[in-house]
């Protein structure tokens, strides 16, 4: 299940780069695999983001949008870490 969810990550990520955000998947020793996500218009406003089995979920432990959706998920993620300037 975790290489599944390695791929949804990676799924991710190639959405979010479309979008212009910077975007890597990190791997922990220990631990589970992230989604590293900044916004190069205002590199303080970053995110990680989470893949477990069905769900994206937010770094506060909320869930934010299906797996099998990376498009919506990398929308709402842009949303987020939009600058002002970028609205």
């Known amino acids: 299940m975790e290489d599944d969810d390695f791929q949804r990550l990676e799924l ?35 995110e990680n983001v989470v893949c477990r089995a069905t769900d994206y979920w937010w770094s506060w432990g909320e869930r934010m949008h299906r797996a099998d959706d990376p498009a919506g998920a990398a929308r709402k993620v842009a949303r987020v870490l939009a600058a002002v300037s970028d609205n």
């Open 12 to 46: 991710l990520v190639s959405e979010l780069d479309s979008r212009g955000l910077l975007a890597r998947v990190v791997r922990t020793q220990s631990g589970r695999p992230f989604v590293r996500v900044i916004n190069p218009k205002a590199t303080s406003l970053t």
